[in-house]
């Protein structure tokens, strides 16, 4: 069941915790439970369906996946949509997700994650900055999911090169990105970065909403010259 942006109320607030530069807050009506921060919401989980996709950005995330996936790198975690649906989608595969945020990871594990998961298969959450976690890793992922947030878009870092330059060796398959850009020059810079030092990239606009998802894929990987 899809999440009513323009239409959804809540029956029950969760969880709300307020500081001097954000508002968090857990709630749920009847069909979803979701996130949001600072009246944005992040994440939206279906209480009947929880691996269940209900945001339209997501929607066109999960047209771009690959058929198969073994090793999976998700850099933001949010409420963990695609973490839910990547692990009914692909239950064997190493997941790894990497959030900043220590709150943030403490009521995805209270609220979002699923009940039914066996330790032993949930994914590895690393709380940590996600441009020092590429830098300082050696591993290689065939899946790596690149979802940050600040409060007014995506961070900096999504428009600038180091993050693409350290992501590079650690990409062996796809790269999705959901671009938030505040201009069409922070689009236009993102675009030119990934092409530079991932691979071949294009742009996939979510109608109706500022969301620009990116998918890219190594030089390598389609058997063209660095």
Do not use: K
């Amino acid at each position: 069941m899809d999440f009513n942006l323009q239409a959804y109320q809540a029956d029950h607030l969760l969880h709300l915790s307020v500081q001097p530069r954000r508002r968090l807050s857990v709630q749920e009506n009847a069909h979803h439970r979701w996130l949001e921060i600072d009246g944005v919401v992040q994440s939206a989980m279906s209480l009947n369906d929880p691996a269940a996709l209900c945001l339209p950005h997501q929607q066109v995330i999960a047209c771009l996946l690959p058929q198969q996936a073994d090793n999976i790198l998700e850099l933001g975690l949010g409420g963990g949509d695609l973490t839910r649906h990547i692990r009914r989608r692909w239950p064997a595969a190493r997941h790894e997700c990497v959030e900043l945020d220590e709150e943030v990871i403490t009521l995805y594990r209270q609220f979002f994650q699923h009940p039914g998961e066996e330790d032993n298969r949930a994914p590895q959450v690393h709380q940590a900055d996600a441009l020092a976690f590429l830098e300082q890793s050696e591993a290689s992922y065939d899946l790596v999911l690149l979802d940050l947030f600040s409060q007014d878009g995506n961070p900096l870092q999504l428009f600038q090169e180091r993050i693409y330059r350290a992501l590079a060796p650690r990409l062996s398959g796809d790269l999705i990105v959901n671009l938030l850009p505040r201009t069409r020059l922070e689009l236009s810079q993102a675009l030119l970065l990934l092409e530079q030092w991932v691979g071949p990239t294009t742009p996939y606009p979510v109608p109706g909403f500022v969301n620009v998802i990116v998918h890219t894929r190594p030089r390598q990987a389609d058997g063209s010259d660095l």
